[in-house]
Structures are given as structure tokens and as C-alpha cells.
């Protein structure tokens, strides 16, 4: 299996890679920028979704 997999990567291995990166280049800051605009946004989501019970 190793032979055919050669040079390649799987998704798991290239979505490891492209995060380590991406904490390189732009920090803790970033990922909780991030986390609080995405809880944001479930919260608003969940707040339509009560309106529609």
C-alpha cells in the first residue's frame, strides 16, 4: 500500500498541515476571533429556530 501512496497525502494528513500553518501565520488571535463570530452565528440560528416552534 505504501508503494501506491507514494508522494501522496490523505485529507486528514493535508487538513493537519494546512492548521499548523495557518496557527503559524496568524496566531491564537485568530482562532478566537473566529470561534466567537461562529458562536455568534449559532446563536442567531437558534434564536430563528424558537421563533418557527
Known amino acids: 500500500m505504501?508503494?501506491?501512496r507514494k508522494g501522496k497525502m490523505t485529507v486528514a494528513e493535508a487538513g493537519r498541515l494546512?492548521?499548523?500553518k495557518t496557527a503559524t501565520t496568524h496566531g491564537p488571535e485568530f482562532y478566537s476571533e473566529?470561534?466567537?463570530k461562529g458562536?455568534?452565528?449559532v446563536?442567531?440560528?437558534i434564536a430563528e429556530g424558537?421563533?418557527?416552534e
Open 2 to 4: 505504501s508503494d501506491k
Open 18 to 20: 494546512g492548521g499548523e
Open 34 to 36: 473566529i470561534g466567537h
Open 39 to 41: 458562536g455568534q452565528k
Open 43 to 45: 446563536k442567531k440560528l
Open 50 to 52: 424558537k421563533q418557527y
